[in-house]
């Protein structure tokens, strides 16, 4: 979960400094070309990332509904005495079965479908991340 939590910290950070640059690139286009010019331009582009926003929209559906189809194939019996809801709120069944499945339940992976490239690519890019922010905030403190 720490490893999820510092992907999210580190790529919410990768994006606002790609729109810090967005912003600067602009500002610079402006300050070298006429408006007119710029403003054809963005205009142009436009179409260009909505389709492409579009075909990433479709795309992350498709991922999802494989998801949850793979999801649905995997039966496990669970006792439903397992779970004690305190409250008044009935549960829906998915989220009493996953509850009844205990503290230390986790998705049954075979060894082939475990991406152990992208994992370890994943956790070398988060911790290279890390020691990057680490860096710039000691040039950060031994500049003041």
């Known amino acids: 979960m720490k490893c999820l939590i510092k992907e999210i910290e580190t790529t919410f950070w990768k994006i606002a400094r790609l729109k810090k640059e967005i ?9 070298l070309l006429p408006e007119l010019q710029v403003e054809n331009f963005v205009n ?23 998801l949850r189809e793979s999801q649905a194939n995997i039966r496990v019996k669970v006792n439903k005495e397992w779970v004690f809801n305190c409250t008044d709120i ?5 989220v009493q079965n996953t509850l009844a499945l205990g503290p230390k339940f986790s998705i049954p992976l075979e060894k082939k479908d475990v991406p152990l490239v992208n994992i370890i690519t994943d956790v070398e ?10 860096q710039q905030l000691k040039k950060k403190r031994y500049m003041h």
């Open 23 to 31: 912003r600067d690139i602009q500002r610079q286009a402006y300050d």
């Open 90 to 94: 009935q549960l829906p069944s998915k």
């Open 44 to 66: 142009h582009q436009y179409p260009y990332f909505k389709n492409l926003e579009r075909e990433i929209s479709i795309n992350q559906e498709k991922k999802l509904n494989f």
């Open 125 to 134: 890019s988060i911790s290279l991340s890390e020691e990057d922010e680490d």
